[in-house]
Structure formats: C-alpha cells, structure tokens
C-alpha cells in the first residue's frame, strides 16, 4: 500500500494500519474508489485498495487472487477474496495507517457524474486489461439498461453490481442479485467476455484477457 499509494509513513502490520485509520462503514458495498479494505485475517491482518468502488475490484498482495501481475500481487473482489480466504472483514477507511494518508482524487469526487445523454470515453482496458475509471462509467451504463438507476459517475458500487448480475442473466448468471460479485458472477462475465475476444477458461478468475474482453463489449456498445 506505501509503494502503491506513494505514502511516507508505513505501519508494522496491516492490522496496525486498521486501528490507526478512522472507518468509515463495514459495508463493502458503500466504498468509493479509493477506499482501503482492511480484514483480519490472525497476527499481521490484511489491507487492499479499492480500484473501482464497492469491493468489486480491490488491489492486494495476497496468496487469494483472481487476477496477479505475479504470484502475489493482483486484485480480487470483497466477496470472493472471503469466500477463498476465509478472513473477517472489518470495514473500510478512506486513510491508510492515519497520518492523513489518502490517494489523491479517491472517493466521491474521484471521477465526474456524467448527465444522461453525455458520450462516455472509451475505456483503455480494452488494451490494457486493467479496469480503470472510463471502465466503470460504461460498466454503469450496462447496468442502466438492466435497473440500474444511480448516477454514471464510474464509482461502480453494489447497485452498479446488482445491475450488471441482472444483465448476465443471459450469460449463464443464475445467483443473487445483491450487488456482490463473485465466482458465478465472474464465469458469466467471461462468456459474455468470450464473445469479444476472450479466449480463457470460464473458471471466475478474472484475468486481464477476460477485462479485456469485456472492455471491448463496452466500447463498442457505447
């Protein structure tokens, strides 16, 4: 978290961190883009960085990964680094170890409500594989055609999920619709990712191919 947020001041332990930031909620699904996750996972505890807002994609190191840069390093959701983990969640603080540490632009005024009618900008994630912002504003706008009804504001929390689960319902999803996504969230979101590019397996470990392939449905849709 200190190299990824480029902070001055560490803590011995992740659970050292937790009780010397300010928490906010122990809802995942009310965290904005920015949020830091913090669980309990025994001595030393556990901390990610929410990329996308709502627990759906959170940047870790940790063993429990669905997509990784290398062995440990890489992003999962809330709901599936607890179902393979195990840990308790203990909430989420807009801090990192206190001190006033914070990522630049997180939060509620991390990215613009985009007006009904506004053309969205292309997500690079098409090419990248890594889900940024412009991501989340058209994952928004695929969740507006299935009951989605909260602002475009690339904040891509549990009703922005909720909308989405919806939407792959034709695609093979037959879970609750409750905002967290998970494994069979994640194996319905590659085979609609296999119909524009993707060529992994259909397990629910999101890869950057599968990102990549779900951008590109994006961007060509809106």
Do not use: K
């Not at 480029?6 to 906010?24: E, Q, R, W």
């Not at 989420?92 to 990215?111: D, F, K």
């Amino acid at each position: 978290m200190v190299q990824f947020g480029g902070f001055g001041a560490t803590a011995p332990s992740a659970i050292d961190a937790y009780h010397a930031s300010s928490i906010v909620s122990t809802d995942p699904t009310t965290a904005p883009v920015g949020a830091f996750h913090y669980w309990n996972i025994g001595l030393y505890g556990h901390v990610g960085v929410d990329l996308m807002g709502g627990g759906a994609v959170v940047f870790m190191a940790s063993a429990h990964l669905a997509e990784s840069w290398n062995p440990y390093i890489g992003v999962n959701s809330i709901g599936a680094y607890g179902e393979a983990s195990g840990a308790q969640y203990l909430g989420w603080s807009m801090e990192y170890n206190g001190h006033g540490q914070r990522l630049s632009g997180s939060g509620t005024c991390g990215a613009a409500n985009v007006p009904n009618g506004c053309t969205l900008p292309r997500t690079p994630t098409e090419t990248t594989g890594v889900p940024d912002v412009a991501f989340g504003l058209l994952l928004q706008r695929y969740a507006a055609d299935h009951g989605y009804t909260g602002p475009i504001d690339g904040h891509a929390g549990a009703a922005t999920w909720a909308g989405v689960q919806r939407g792959l319902g034709a695609y093979g999803y037959g879970g609750p619709t409750n905002g967290l996504p998970a494994t069979q969230t994640y194996e319905a979101f590659q085979r609609l990712a296999a119909q524009h590019g993707y060529s992994g397996p259909i397990d629910g470990s999101l890869g950057p191919n599968s990102f990549r392939g779900f951008a590109r449905f994006l961007n060509q849709t809106y």
